[in-house]
């Protein structure tokens, strides 16, 4: 465990590999926001104002998942004290408000002409909008604690507590009533979606993912080398030190 | 003397860990007693059967949500105001509203009303959305289940 | 036929706004990630040159 979270190592595995997942990023991007576009059948009812669902559901899904990888790094953070753990929901945050930002506003277009709203105080809605909070909040320690330890312990507590709000997301369409329909996918008895219409969505979803690795890899890499800029700054000021001292001495 | 200082780390790895999970599973309970007691006020609307169960009060603004019945939608002469029932399958209440319609609504879909009952039994609403359904199908793989008759079973069941 | 995939009804507007600003918002974050990590990349280059040169001038 130990070996693979090597900051070094871990530095050059995943500068190897990043350029590959980039690449295959905007390809399966390009593939299934066309594909979704231009080549899916419309809806029976909603004509082509379904095609929202090809980035809507991919950005509603990653928002969720990149919650709970910083609530599962945090965990892991806060047990073994791993630095890299930190490091990794830290850099997950941004993306998850991105994304949480994306469904939310891609939503909003959506309800709009279907339902007749922008926006309604239902369970989902509401819940998605404290999912947006919570990545402010995670963020905003991260920038207002100025002790790095103390920062990753509260954005940590932030993370897990926060956690609690990922399943009520998922389940606040089967729990209570609202607006937004229930699932598509993910549900029992199978996808209610047509398969001619689940490719391209399932291609979008993919792509959205090997996004988040790509880019989460790079904020990574990032935070790992300005800890190490920092302590070659402090190795440096160190050492001016050291020769002014010795210059007045003699 | 190393074995002994590994013992101790991951003694307090343990410690960390099971605070950790007692914290999380207090937090858990929390919200599930906040969001239980809460639920009334959570669900978005009432349906037919809820509305009529709870004697809501004559003037008392609340949504109502359900099916709109098939054949039951007329329009008024002057062309603006509509009147459909709505339905989950148990209680049927009829409806009034002047004003807009939502794309998607349309008889046996869901809908979510705004608005308040009135003395003659009548809902006023004030406000249509449309509630769509977790189906996804191109339009004519819809015309041929609705040929073969295999649509309105599936209907049927869900309500 | 392609004008007809491009208006998409009524709905036009709804759509591409929300595949633009999916597109705007994930590039710009992808764009700003990479350019900080070049950047610091090269700053850490730079600052282990100048420790060396320090190291060689004790």
Known sequence: ?250 | MASNVNTRASKRKKKRLYLVLTSMSIVVLAVGLVLTALEDSISLFLDPSELVERNIPEGQHIRLGGLVVEDSFKKDQDGLTYYFDVTDGAETVSVTYKGSLPDLFREGQGVVLEGETSNSGLFHATEVLAKHDENYMPKEVMDSLKKRGVYREVEEESI | MLKDKIIMGEYAVFVWSCYGAVIVLMTALAFISWKNKKTDEKKLNALSKQLEEMNKQD
Not at chain 1, 163 to 189: E, R
Request: aromatic share 14%; charged share 15%; proline share 4%.
């Open chain 1, 1 to 250: 465990m130990h070996k693979f979270a090597n900051p070094a190592r871990f530095l050059r595995i995943s500068r190897m590999i990043t350029p590959w997942f980039f690449i295959l990023t905007a390809v399966l991007l390009v593939v299934g926001l066309y594909w979704g576009l231009f080549i899916a059948p419309e809806d029976y009812q909603m004509g082509s104002a379904y095609r929202i669902i090809f980035v809507h559901v991919p950005a509603s899904y990653m928002s969720m998942f990149c919650y709970g990888f910083m609530a599962v790094a945090s965990l892991v953070g806060i047990i073994w004290k791993h630095p890299l753990a930190d490091q990794s929901a830290r850099a997950a945050a941004p993306i998850g408000a991105v994304f949480t930002a994306l469904a939310l506003f891609t939503g909003s277009l959506w309800g709009k002409p279907m339902w007749g709203t922008y926006w309604i105080w239902d369970a989902r809605l509401t819940s998605e909008l404290v999912l947006l909070f919570l990545y402010f909040g995670y963020m905003a320690v991260w920038e207002a604690v100025d002790d790095r330890v103390k920062a990753a312990r509260i954005a940590a507590i932030v993370a897990m507590v926060g956690a609690v709000n990922i399943p009520i997301i998922k389940f606040s369409v089967d729990w209570w009533n609202t607006l937004h329909q229930p699932a598509s996918i993910m549900k029992s008895g199978g996808a209610s979606i047509h398969p001619d219409m689940l490719w391209p969505l399932l291609i979008s979803i993919l792509a959205f993912n090997l996004y988040f690795v790509t880019v989460v890899l790079w904020r990574i890499q990032s935070l790992i080398l300005r800890r190490q800029i920092r302590g070659l700054q402090m190795r440096i000021v160190e050492g001016r030190q050291n020769v002014e001292g010795q210059n007045h001495h003699g």
